[in-house]
């Protein structure tokens, strides 16, 4: 990068001027694992006995599921520093999180920062998934929060990056923040996410992942002290009993140039193979759209990762009103045949707004934020929230009928209605069936799993001849007896990951593989193993979406942005369309040449086809 005279003169100012800093670098703590809660207290302990800290930065996965009571114990580490620290959210902060990250900003703040220090601008986004699996993701509200930050930081300002995951393609977008960053005066970055030391270069943009503060194999864990010294960054371990190691990596401090090389960026070249797709329009919010669209009369709701709940025109995605929560939205809304739109936030209640103006005709609270999503019958709404309770409400009113309190861990998925039963996941290791009038408990079936990573929580239960099919992220195939709960087969020829769908004769269950397949399963109460195959090519894959057949068409999304059109008579895509690089969430097939999507990103989109 060529620097004019003036350009030059105001870094080299700049530069001289930016005094010495010295802060502690801690990350993944992992409260709530065996160590966890005890590794943090050294560490904060061992940088009080530090004079010359400055600060702490904390770098994500501060918890290990981001329950309200880890989050708390955390906080309440960390506030006995005697130092100013500023904390971001990670992975296992966002993505197992029974608030939907609400309880994160209560505690901290918020989810991002930025301060300046000697100089110096840090600024830290908050790194995904949200709620669903999925790669990382730096929030759309993050991007849109950090294009204004950067407008109003002067050029010369030299700037140090914190974000949980590096600043590569283990994110999705990472070259949302990679291209801003490389227009300013950026000296380095720092991660979390690998649990190890390690040197990067982000495209040019020198890099840094620290060392989880957890003991892992080791008597006592560690962090980082990074010194800034003159030109120089220096990086350094420190053991929580004093000890400190040798300086292992060394960054230098000076005005930034790129490196003029070209980088990879994500390619939607598929979409002029299949040009006769074309979205008939796109809306880009302003956060995460982590649900469903519903759509009705014309009109198109959904909520997103700031509680906006927002309501589009389904012929020209213009916005025709919209109303605020108090919580992240993560429940796909539905919506009744009296046009009561219904849905869950992460403030705490079970909405309901009118679709023609979006006015509120009635809330009902939980214990905790509502995170999982409605479905309707007779009258009444069915919804799971993070109070270990699975509610039915009255669809006018929001009066409790009856409730089943003996959930473990949160809901976050959509339940199915089978004849007298309804049928439910959570992450508490357990998929539940409970009598549709009375709420009392059938049965429950787990997988024989302790580890709460493996639950049937964003499983989508399909049913047929008195058999519900599941796939958990146990990557296993599950028929279970809709009567018993007792597990008929279980299948994992195929390592299918909790998205599934049944064909539209019902005589198949469809499931997306994590590599590149799709395969069915006829939907018999014996093991007969995989009926059908297809290689799609759409690569690795572990987002839980829906598969959904229409007219002998078979769609699904993919976690790149893709969402796919498979013939499965014919053994062939028909076509392929990539909206954006973020996950597509599950979705509706208006009719077979027409589909509502969101992803991840914000993007809500209707694509059409005429084939």
């Known amino acids: ?67 309200n009571e880890e989050l708390k114990l955390a906080k309440e580490i960390l506030s006995a520093l005697n130092k100013k620290y500023y904390v971001i959210p990670g992975n296992h902060d966002t993505g197992w999180s029974e608030s939907g990250g609400v309880s994160f900003i209560k505690e901290f703040g918020s989810d991002k920062f930025t301060f300046d220090y000697n100089g110096y601008r840090f600024i830290a986004c908050a790194s995904g998934p949200y709620v669903r699996m999925s790669d990382g993701h730096i929030p759309r509200d993050a991007t849109v929060w950090l294009d204004s930050l950067l407008k109003k930081t002067p050029k010369a300002m030299p700037i140090v990056y914190i974000n949980h995951y590096p600043l590569d393609n283990s994110l999705d977008n990472w070259y949302e923040a990679v291209d801003r960053l490389k227009l300013k005066n950026i000296q380095y970055a720092i991660c979390g996410h690998g649990h190890v030391n390690k040197a990067y270069n982000f495209e040019g943009i020198a890099g840094t992942m620290g060392r989880s503060n957890l003991r892992a194999k080791d008597s006592i864990g560690g962090y980082n002290i990074v010194s800034m010294v003159n030109d120089t960054a220096y990086f350094a371990t420190r053991k929580p009993n004093g000890e400190m190691l040798p300086t292992w990596r060394k960054i230098a401090l000076k005005p930034f140039q790129t490196d003029g090389k070209s980088y990879t960026r994500p390619d939607f070249e598929i979409n002029n193979t299949y040009s006769f797709v074309k979205p008939k329009w796109t809306y880009h919010s302003n956060a995460n759209v982590v649900n469903t669209p519903a759509y009705m009369d014309n009109m198109v709701v959904f909520g997103n990762s700031l509680g906006l709940v927002e309501a589009l025109d389904i012929a020209t995605g213009k916005k025709l009103w919209k109303y605020q929560t108090k919580g992240a939205i993560y429940s796909s809304p539905v919506i009744s045949p009296s ?55 009255d669809l006018n009113t929001g009066k409790v009928k009856w409730q089943f309190t003996g959930v473990e861990g949160t809901i976050v998925g959509k339940p199915l209605i089978f004849g007298n039963k309804i049928v439910f996941g959570s992450w508490g290791r357990h998929l539940y069936a409970v009598d549709i009038a009375t709420g009392n408990l059938l049965w429950k079936w787990n997988n024989g799993s302790s580890n709460r990573m493996f639950s049937p929580a964003m499983v989508t239960p399909v049913g047929v001849s008195n058999t519900i099919y599941i796939a958990a992220p146990d990557r296993v195939l599950t028929a ?8 008929l087969w279980r299948n994992s020829d195929a390592k299918v990951r909790e998205s599934i769908g049944l ?36 690569g690795y894959e572990h987002t839980p979406s829906d598969l959904i057949e229409k007219n002998g068409k078979l769609f699904f999304g993919t976690k790149n942005g893709t969402i796919y059109c498979i013939s499965p008579k014919n053994n062939e895509i028909i076509w392929a369309h990539k909206v954006d690089n973020s996950m597509v969430n599950t979705f509706k097939v208006v009719d077979d040449q027409t589909v509502l999507l969101s992803t991840m990103d914000g993007k809500v989109a209707l694509l059409t086809s005429n084939k």
């Not at 279970?480 to 597990?487: L, R, S």
């Not at 994590?514 to 759409?538: L, P």
């Open 1 to 67: 990068m060529r620097l004019f005279p003036f350009a030059a003169l105001l870094l080299f100012v700049n530069f001289c001027f930016a005094q010495n800093i010295k802060y502690a670098f801690v990350t993944d703590t992992h409260v709530g694992t065996a160590t966890g809660e005890e590794d943090l207290r050294r560490t904060v302990a061992d940088i009080n006995n530090q004079k010359d800290i400055d600060f702490v930065l904390v770098t994500g996965d501060v918890t290990e599921m981001g329950t």
């Open 503 to 538: 064909s539209a004769d019902s005589t198949l269950v469809y499931g997306k593989t994590m590599q590149d397949e799709i395969v069915a399963y006829k939907t018999s109460r014996t093991n007969d193993g995989i009926a059908w195959k297809m290689n799609v090519g759409y």
């Open 339 to 393: 046009k009561l739109v219904i849905f869950g936030s992460g403030d705490g209640y079970v909405y309901a707004l009118h679709l023609k103006d979006g006015k509120l005709a009635w809330k009902t609270p939980a214990q905790k934020s509502v995170l999982g999503s409605p479905v309707i019958q007779d009258h009444l709404v069915f919804i799971g929230a993070s109070d270990n309770t699975f509610s039915a409400l």
């Open 480 to 487: 279970i007896d809709a009567q018993t709960g007792e597990t």
